[in-house]
């Protein structure tokens, strides 16, 4: 069910091209299979092996951050990428996990039966509200970071698609809801922190964050989610449920023509997106040493949706190169330019999206694609005359 299989003609019927030879075809075949492989293990031992060894510490605490937004990538490279759905509310599973990871990591840090200080502020007396209480479990923290997006994003995602919402419909829905959670967060300082956020944590999970080593640790743990949220959407990109998204997102009528219920194909990848931003949501926090509205709100998940623009949403690695870049370009500027560095930061956006539409993943092709037309220009020539 392949759309792109140049072999293939309009009746389907799939006729090979006596021009390649048998080692082309294998070579492709294997490109095809495990390049990707390869480079997602090139990627591993670049983030796990040669960073830590050439970066200083506060270095590599911001390649940390940017681990957290390419995990987010992955997800919505999934979901729009392959599945056509233009999710804009990224924010909003992102806050899921930072906020259970947030929670987990202030009870921790103010010991056993302590009540977070800003709470202590507004009334000394007032005991710990309901919800925070399972959040003293380390077990329950980790569980929720994945169980609450697959609640949140199946309960929605259900509604959504079986009413076949699309289109930007659907990117107003859900960037409506990013723009909501960080309201209501703001809303309520007694409880969430309000705008200033939840902060000034000192352990994960038993170990000192004031500790380097330990902070290193904490990065090895986002670069290897990063790899495995990799390996998860290579896998799922090459399976049967791969094809059915891409049949999906380009012929959603065909595949329901065929006996499939797109619904339940893009809920499948919905919700998935949904648990990666959950999971980068969750170490951003002990990496970023806070969590706010800002994080979460609408201008953090359009900034979540360029990283996949910008790198090639389509492609395996386009999200993660898309958002390490914007990362790194976030910071760098920040340092040198601190007021006019998002106007360089969104100028480079535009002139990348319009010069290469599919993002800087599609520059390998266009440049092979532009060296082959000139090779082929001289004997077309030729033979024209």
Request: charged share 15%.
């Amino acid at each position: 069910m392949s759309t792109t299989d140049p072999e293939e003609t309009a009746g389907g019927t799939a006729v090979p091209d006596p021009t390649r030879s048998g080692r082309q075809l294998s070579l492709g075949e294997f490109g095809r299979n495990w390049g990707s492989l390869i480079g997602i293990g090139v990627l591993a031992v670049v983030l796990l092996l040669v960073a830590p060894a050439l970066l200083s510490d506060f270095r590599l605490n911001n390649l940390g951050k940017y681990c957290c937004w390419a995990i987010v990538a992955v997800g919505i490279g999934l979901a729009w990428g392959r599945g056509g759905m233009l999710v804009m509310g990224q924010g909003v599973f992102f806050a899921l996990g930072a906020y259970a990871m947030a929670m987990h990591l202030t009870l921790e840090s103010g010991g056993p039966d302590s009540i977070p200080v800003f709470m202590i502020l507004y009334d000394p007396l007032a005991p710990l509200p309901a919800f925070w209480e399972p959040f003293r479990s380390g077990a329950f923290t980790i569980i929720s970071i994945v169980v609450a997006p697959v609640v949140v994003a199946g309960i929605l995602g259900f509604a959504i698609f079986k009413r076949r919402v699309k289109g930007a419909y659907f990117a107003i829905l859900s960037q409506a809801l990013a723009v909501a959670l960080a309201y209501l967060i703001g809303g309520t300082i007694k409880l969430t922190g309000g705008d200033t956020g939840l902060s000034d944590f000192k352990f994960f999970f038993g170990y000192d964050l004031n500790d380097p080593a330990n902070k290193q640790f904490i990065y090895t743990i986002v670069a290897g989610l990063l790899v495995l949220c990799l390996l998860i959407a290579w896998q799922l990109y090459r399976s049967r449920f791969g094809e059915l998204l891409v049949a999906t997102r380009d012929a959603e009528e065909r595949v329901r023509f065929l006996g499939h219920d797109p619904a339940n194909v893009k809920l499948v990848a919905f919700v998935s997106a949904a648990v990666m931003a959950s999971i980068g949501g969750a170490m951003f926090v002990p990496i970023a040493g806070i969590i706010s509205p800002k994080e979460i709100g609408a201008a953090a998940s359009i900034f979540m949706l360029a990283g996949a623009a910008f790198g090639g949403r389509a492609s395996l690695f386009g999200p993660v190169l898309g958002a390490l870049l914007l990362g790194y370009g976030r910071s760098t500027l920040s340092e040198s330019i601190q007021d006019g560095w998002i106007y360089i930061l969104a100028l480079m956006f535009i002139v990348v999206t319009l010069l290469l539409p599919n993002g800087l993943a599609s520059l390998p092709r266009r440049i092979s694609g532009y060296v082959a037309a000139r090779r082929s220009a001289p004997a077309t020539r030729t033979v024209t005359s």
